[in-house]
């Protein structure tokens, strides 16, 4: 699969019912979106969310294989 990690994402993610979850990000690249989804949302709120880059969407188990990716561009956590 082919994925531009430096072209502008949206970020959108469902309301949590305590209404701490980020619902809209605008991201200049989609390596950006992706960092935060994965190493600062907790697991269980990526159900709902997803990242539009381009046309096309991607869910919480797609963005979760980016930043699993040999391509992803940032150092991931530990």
Do not use: H, N, W
């Not at 699969?1 to 949590?16: E, G, I, L, T, V």
Request: aromatic share 14%; glycine share 6%.
């Amino acid at each position: 699969m082919s994925f531009d990690y430096d072209a502008p994402a949206d970020f959108f993610a469902a309301r949590s019912r305590k209404g701490g979850a980020i619902r809209y990000r605008r991201f200049d690249t989609a390596a950006e979106a992706i960092c935060l989804a994965i190493e600062e949302i907790p697991a269980p709120m990526l159900i709902g969310v997803y990242l539009q880059v381009e046309d096309e969407r991607f869910d919480g188990d797609q963005i979760r294989e980016l930043y699993d990716s040999l391509a992803y561009p940032f150092a991931r956590a530990t």
